[in-house]
């Protein structure tokens, strides 16, 4: 094939030597939902052979609709032209001309939002570089595929394909930055909504709390991405009102489940804590709401260091007094975690999302995150893995000892008007299986 040609296969293909194509057959593999096999998919590979393979494989799933290129030029000037249709983005990093890395970096800069998997034979460090590269950019990642490519691992990525799409690029077609006054509007309009997504105990599989999850919903059905109005309420001074309306609503929907075990988490940023009326506030907001303090977990996040620690560490001593919990948030990607985790009276630790999503294919991450796992056990703290997706993610967690997992395996998001019922269709699973028969009965 001319370089930057597309389309045919250079020689015939023996499938018996590619790595994992036969077994597809017979194994037992879902057959991929038709929205991803009607997917059109560009295979951008200087090797002839590895282009064979992976067009092999794709077909073999049902997709049929595919171009190949052997050079990332080629490859960005066919998406520049394709008006966003071209939805997966197959790319080797090491290519002549334009590399596989430089092609990610011109995706992220023209806002081009395919959805990509990385394949590759180079080390784990590289690819995770890549893979933080392309997060950064918000480029959605389906993941990255170490050669020689194993077709079970492509199938699992594949069906994952347009939930990451949405996720991560979705909100960047028609995006426009709230103002502050805005924002306080819909503050006082009440826009500014809690959902919940459950935590589940992964020794019992019971649901054992919610973590509160802001949402600007204008009418229309406009929503606003948190990434835009929470950086925005914390530059302009409305973070604590967002967080008291918030705690509100929270309360309330808390009290109407009637069930004494389940607890809600709220994400406070630690510049709150170093408001000397804060803890007063979230204490008679609590009781107000009639709700107990050990009902109601504080996730702390650190968008940035401590401002004031005589009164930071003040406020986090009396609400732990006052039988709040406390969690660290997304831990091992904030300022000074070790730091904080030594001398903040944490009750939990949660692991951030990035290290649970990259552990299967990244011998880092996965250390990361069994680290994260033993620093917990030896703390005395219960660790809560966040985006649990597959049930790969799943047993991974479970084998590594985690206490509790949280993540679309078990639910997304939902608004408060679906709590109720969702809380008691489910309060009764008693076993990981059970959420196993679900996730599958929903994705039927």
């Known amino acids: ?29 879902a057959e991929l939902p038709e929205a991803v096999r009607a997917q059109k998919v ?35 000037a066919i998406l520049r032209d394709s008006h966003g249709e071209l939805s997966l983005l197959l790319v080797d990093l090491e290519m002549p001309g334009m590399n596989g890395i430089e092609l990610l970096q011109r995706l992220g800069e023209e806002r081009i939002f395919s959805e990509v998997v990385v394949v590759s034979a180079r080390e784990e460090a590289l690819i995770s ?18 050669k020689p490519i194993e077709g079970r691992d492509l199938h699992r990525l594949l069906s994952q394909a347009g939930q990451r799409r949405d996720k991560q ?39 054992t709390g919610y973590e509160v999850l802001a949402r600007w919903l204008e009418p229309g059905g406009v929503v606003i991405s948190p990434a835009d109005f929470i950086p925005l309420a914390t530059g302009s001074g409305q973070l604590c009102e967002l967080t008291y309306c918030l705690v509100r609503q929270a309360m309330e929907h808390l009290s109407s489940l009637q069930d004494a075990s389940i607890s809600i988490a709220l994400n406070v940023d630690i510049s709150l804590l170093a408001n000397r ?26 968008s940035a260091l401590m401002d004031d620690p005589l009164v930071t560490l003040a406020s986090v001593g009396r609400l732990r007094l006052a039988g709040f919990g406390l969690s660290i948030d997304d831990y091992g990607t904030g300022f000074s975690t070790l730091r904080q985790l030594s001398r903040l009276p944490f009750t939990e630790l949660k692991i951030d999302r990035a290290f649970v999503r990259e552990a299967h294919q990244n011998r880092r991450a996965r250390a990361i995150l069994y680290s994260a796992i033993q620093t917990g056990h030896k703390l005395g703290l219960p660790c809560v893995a966040e985006g649990v997706e597959c049930k790969d993610d799943l047993f991974l ?43 599958e009965r929903y994705t039927e």
């Open 1 to 29: 094939m001319q370089p930057g040609g597309s389309a045919r296969a250079d020689r015939p293909l023996r499938t018996e030597v590619l790595t994992g194509l036969e077994p597809f057959k017979g194994a037992g593999l």
């Open 42 to 76: 560009l295979i951008v590979e200087d090797s002839p052979f590895q282009r064979e393979l992976l067009c092999a494989l794709l077909r073999g799933f049902g997709l049929q609709d595919i171009q190949q290129v052997d050079d990332g030029a080629a490859a960005l």
């Open 129 to 146: 570089t890549v893979e933080s590269m392309l997060h950064a950019a918000g480029v959605p990642l389906l993941g990255s595929l170490r």
């Open 169 to 207: 690029g979705g909100c960047e077609r028609a995006r426009s930055l709230p103002s502050e006054a805005a924002l306080g509007s819909a503050l006082q309009r009440g826009c500014i909504q809690p959902y919940y997504q459950p935590k589940v105990h992964l020794l019992s599989g019971r649901v």
């Open 277 to 302: 009326h804060f803890a007063d506030d979230l204490i008679r907001l609590v009781a107000a709401a009639r709700c107990h303090p050990s009902q109601v977990i504080l996730e702390v996040t650190e």
């Open 397 to 439: 967690v479970e084998l590594l000892g985690c206490h509790s997992g949280q993540g679309y395996l078990f639910a997304r998001p939902m608004p408060a008007d679906q709590l109720a019922d969702w809380h008691q269709r489910h309060k009764g699973n008693t076993s990981l299986n059970d959420w196993l028969v679900d996730s």
